[in-house]
């Protein structure tokens, strides 16, 4: 039996019973390479779920839907590595409880996709620590090295011209499962830190904005960046607070759901280089 | 609409020397908002504030900027005039135009564009300040004194007879402290333990204060008034109610040959054991490390002969919490690790002895009972040095201060070597004499004048043994030549240096240390037992070497600061705090994190019929202290700082 087939059995045995009041997987999308989210309440619709290394959006975010899991029962979610450590997090913010969250887990290497063993988000420690592991040696790709190669005025002018196309749309914001605040900073106007209008100087801070708010946080899951209409790679400004902070603490987020945020927590053996 | 006064002071030369103060007058005249704007030499001066009241009632201001020195001069000052005109004081604000601008720049044309511009920019500022009251906080009247000896008891006493009630902690077995071990005392010689045993005593006896000896503070949280401290009270696998403290434990404890701590090593104690004979309360304890029935699990010695059933060695360390309102520290002093010294020879020769040593040898209570022997051999020294400095005033051993008190018990132990050994010899090596001190410089002439203590002044380079006596090169710098002694004891005069774990105290406490780990106070001359942290006092040698009249003092002054605490019913406390908007909290608790005071609760949002819809956080207005660590970790901006409020912030940045 193919993943697909025995996580849609799961899924439909799960809702059977009653163990689960909702599976977040994926459907077949509008064109054949694409997948979208579905939201499954009843067995019989559990023939729609599809897996396969097609499905790379990160659905843990749909969990905060506000009073989804307020009623205290159980939603099932197909999740990779990304998600569950996205799951951890949300678990150590406080945003919601891993015992709610019935994990259908996944992997996918290249064009295969692979179970991966475990119920509760605490089940998949040894993979998220062999992930560590592998980030810790993983190169940077073609254009994150280009960028390292550069020098500060040239990385500057890179990202303006990337943030020059940048509309203010907030997809990447909306797409992030670690952008769950009730009011997002650039919705306070009382100040106004953040210049709403799309010009150079408000791309740029609304941009440099969410990378702080992500780093240590950020699980690479990369939503934002296929959320992007104007193609932005997002993605680099997070893969270099999560090396940055991976380097400076070993603090790799998502590790469990007790993880203490890297900008919160204080060690004697934190090292200080950046402190002039 | 704003009314908003603006005031430049010249400061005499101090602003107006550098600043062209008619032109910040000129510029902020017309700056929207402001109503009047003018100069004056001394606003701080009588007449000066006279003209801001006159002008907030006159003008019927909405804020007052003074343009003038920091904030943390004459910011009180000022405020209290606007009060006094009628005005709510935290509407008054302070641009300072002369630590950051008059003082530090040369060019009067700049300096006058960027006074202009930070008066402006707090103008801003004032635009979007709202009233402020004081928040008003209970006093808990029980004060924590962490140490027992002559500081922590005369500190503890003075509060106590003042009707206070005090916790008195430390963590040996007895009270007593240093002074307990000395000899005689200078500069009377009176004899140390029958001056301190009736304080003790006193202490221990005293229905306002409660004794917690063996014990040690784990926790420290809260602020002035409201400290919430947990204590660890360690296992002493002795029962103190039931024990009589009779004894009998500690003449059968099989384990008689461990090193007296109390005696610095010269005498012997068994596991069970109280630290000496007067120990307060006299209640033996059981050192885990060195028992047989914990190193063997066989024995129990010590529970057979006790005629109370006091021993329990199923005892565990015990916590208490208590509420307390004011903490004297009091934990005193270590002596400098001699092993610094090699070229003194301490470890090596075992007559070579410490200050303390020989303070032990010439006690009464003593290993010797009072009789000044070799710890070698048991012989009564002829010849004896002192070396003066061992330590001190050498900044290559990380000690560059002077202990203080050495040049004074040095003389001392002459001395009394001298009232017990008529035939003696004293020869002590110093750099200075320092006798400062009522009936100090006296002292130090009698022991050279009439008992016999030759002084050298110099330092001694080498010492060895020769022939079963110590050999002692120094120079006689005097003289100009080298001097070598033949000795049959040497003592060293150790360096007066911290408690090894005062850092980690202070961390727990939230005070300060210098670079040596002495605590620091709020301000040398000024305010010399509090410290930077309101409602924690110091007293003795924890703060800097100290002899036995100036801790007691110490002890006694911050005594009197935490009865002035304690005279009044509620405290005032600044009404800078954070307010959380619970609309846009999304209960994260990186707040809760982020605290270093425990200041932030999580509070239930509920519906009509209680129920919990969401968490959100709560800031404890008695415990937050305005520091705004909070604010920055809010990722949606949730928290604010009353009093320097994101739109506050913000007008006065964007009015540069």
Redesign the interface.
């Known amino acids: 039996m193919s993943l697909q087939e025995h996580y849609r059995s799961q899924a439909r045995e799960l809702l059977a019973a009653g163990a689960v009041k909702m599976v977040v997987g994926y459907a077949e999308g509008t064109t054949p390479e694409r997948r979208r989210p579905v939201f499954i309440t009843e067995p019989e619709e559990c023939s729609r779920l599809v897996l396969d290394a097609r499905c790379r959006t990160n659905l843990a975010g749909y969990l905060l839907r506000e009073g989804l899991l307020s009623d205290g029962r159980e939603i099932a979610v197909y999740l990779s590595t990304e998600g569950v450590r996205t799951i951890n997090i949300l678990a150590a913010e406080s945003q919601l409880s891993s015992a709610q969250v019935r994990i259908l887990g996944f992997e996918i290497d290249r064009d295969e996709v692979k179970a991966m063993e475990g119920k509760r988000a605490a089940d998949f420690s040894e993979a998220i620590l062999a992930h560590k592991e592998r980030r810790k040696k993983q190169a940077p790709d073609e254009l994150a090295a280009k960028l390292e190669a550069m020098n500060a005025a040239e990385r500057f002018t890179f990202w303006q011209g990337e943030f020059s196309r940048c509309i203010k749309c907030y997809a990447c914001r909306q797409a992030c499962p670690m952008c769950w605040c009730r009011r997002c900073v650039v919705d306070n106007n009382q100040p106004q830190w953040v210049n709403t209008s799309s010009h150079t100087l408000g791309n740029l801070e609304w941009n440099l904005v969410r990378a702080f708010h992500l780093a240590g946080r950020c699980v690479e899951c990369g939503n934002c960046g296929r959320a992007c209409p104007v193609d932005i790679p997002l993605h680099l400004l997070n893969r270099k607070m999560t090396g940055e902070v991976l380097e400076a603490f070993d603090h790799y987020p998502g590790m469990d759901e007790h993880q203490e945020p890297a900008l919160a927590s204080f060690r004697k053996d934190d090292p200080e280089t950046f402190i002039l | 609409m704003a009314r908003i006064g603006v005031f430049v002071c010249h400061c005499g030369e101090n602003i107006a020397g550098r600043v062209d103060c008619s032109k910040v007058v000129l510029a902020l005249e017309n700056h929207p908002g402001v109503s009047v704007a003018t100069e004056y030499k001394y606003f701080c001066s009588d007449p000066g504030q006279e003209a801001i009241k006159k002008a907030v009632r006159e003008e019927n201001l909405t804020g007052v900027i003074v343009a003038a020195c920091s904030p943390r001069m004459h910011e009180a000052t000022f405020r209290k005039a606007c009060a006094a005109a009628g005005l709510n004081p935290y509407l008054c604000e302070i641009a300072n135009i002369r630590e950051q601008c008059s003082w530090v720049h040369e060019n009067p044309d700049e300096a006058t564009r960027k006074a202009i511009e930070i008066t402006r920019s707090l103008v801003e500022k004032v635009k979007r300040n709202s009233e402020l009251h004081p928040i008003e906080v209970p006093v808990t009247k029980r004060a924590l004194v962490i140490g027992g000896g002559i500081a922590g008891i005369q500190a503890a006493l003075d509060i106590a007879n003042a009707g206070g009630e005090v916790v008195l902690v430390e963590r040996e077995a007895s009270l007593g402290g240093h002074m307990a071990q000395l000899s005689e005392t200078f500069p009377t010689l009176d004899c140390s333990q029958c001056i301190m045993t009736p304080r003790m005593v006193e202490a221990s006896q005293h229905p306002n204060i409660r004794l917690l000896t063996y014990s040690e503070v784990e926790k420290v949280e809260g602020f002035i008034g409201n400290f919430r401290v947990r204590v660890r009270l360690k296992a002493r696998y002795v029962d103190p109610a039931a024990c009589t403290g009779c004894g009998d434990c500690m003449q059968k404890c099989p384990q008689k040959k461990i090193p007296s701590e109390f005696d610095c090593g010269l005498g012997k104690r068994t596991a069970i054991s109280t630290p000496f004979a007067q120990a307060v309360p006299n209640k033996p304890v059981i050192d885990s490390r060195y028992c047989t029935y914990f190193k063997n699990g066989k024995c129990k010695v010590c529970e057979k002969v006790c005629q109370t059933n006091a021993i329990n060695f199923e005892m565990e360390d015990e916590f208490l919490d208590l509420e307390i309102g004011a903490i004297v520290v009091a934990t005193g002093f270590q002596v400098q690790d001699t092993a610094l010294y090699g070229e003194y020879g301490y470890g090596r020769y075992a007559d070579v002895v410490t200050g303390l040593q020989f303070e032990r040898l010439a006690s009464a209570s003593g290993p010797t009972a009072g009789k000044v022997q070799r710890p070698s051999d048991g012989a009564e020294p002829k010849t004896v040095v002192f070396i003066q400095c061992a330590g001190s005033r050498d900044p290559a051993k990380g000690v560059p201060y002077c202990s203080k008190i050495c040049c004074m018990y040095t003389a001392k132990h002459a001395m009394l070597y001298a009232h017990k050994n008529h035939e003696a010899e004293s020869r002590i090596f110093y750099m200075d004499i320092r006798a400062a001190g009522k009936g100090y410089d006296e002292f130090t002439r009698r022991a050279a004048e009439e008992d016999n203590a030759g002084y050298i002044r110099g330092r001694v380079s080498k010492l060895w043994e020769e022939n079963g006596r110590l050999v002692v090169r120094g120079a006689d710098t005097l003289l100009g030549r080298p001097v070598e002694v033949q000795a049959d004891m040497v003592v060293l005069a150790t360096a007066m240096v911290p408690q090894p774990d005062a850092r980690e105290l202070a961390k727990k406490l939230g005070i300060g240390c210098d670079d040596y780990g002495f605590f620091s106070e709020a301000h040398m001359k000024l305010r010399p037992v509090e410290t930077a942290t309101a409602g924690i006092f110091l007293a003795g040698a924890c703060q800097s070497p100290k002899d036995i009249p100036d801790s007691v003092a110490q002890a006694s002054a911050a005594a009197s600061k935490v009865l002035s605490l304690f005279s009044r019913e509620r405290l005032e406390r600044e009404p800078v705090i954070a307010r959380n908007n619970e609309?846009?909290?999304?209960?994260?608790?990186?707040c809760v994190?982020?605290c270093p005071f425990n200041a932030i609760e999580k509070k239930d949002l509920t519906d009509r019929s209680g129920n919990v819809l969401r968490?959100v956080a709560s800031v404890n207005a008695g415990l937050c202290q305005g520091c705004g660590t909070c604010v920055t970790?809010c990722?949606?901006?949730?928290i604010d700082l009353a009093g320097f409020s994101?739109?506050q912030l913000?007008?006065e940045v964007m009015g540069l």
């Open positions: 609309a846009t909290c999304s209960g994260c608790w990186g994190l982020a968490r970790f990722r949606s901006n949730s994101e739109k913000f007008a």
